[in-house]
């Protein structure tokens, strides 16, 4: 977490960093990402370098999710997961670890 300037607290208020955001993707039938709307952009991905999926918390408020560290073309890095609770898309604005 960082402090964020913008709330009237200032340094005493803080914001999370790198929050999942909605993704428009396609994905292949076999459930995984083809390609996505990035930045406004459709862009391919033209490689998948990981995926693992989590399963937690059933007991209370379940957490099924497929991750995917993916690579646009451009060489862009991205983490994508499917929440499979929701089917629904998301996107982390930072760049999967490179080997």
Known sequence: MVTDPRTADG??????LNEPVPAAVEATPEGSPRAMLWR???????AIHDR??????????????????????????????????SDAWYAQPYAAPQP
Do not use: C, K, M
Request: no cysteine; aromatic share 18%; charged share 30%.
């Open 52 to 85: 693992w999926r989590i399963d937690d918390e059933w007991w209370r408020n379940e957490i099924s999710r497929r991750y995917f560290a993916v690579e646009l073309e451009g060489g862009r890095w991205l983490t994508l997961y499917h929440d499979l609770v």
């Open 11 to 16: 340094a005493r208020s803080l914001r999370p």
């Open 40 to 46: 406004g952009a459709y862009r391919l991905i033209t």
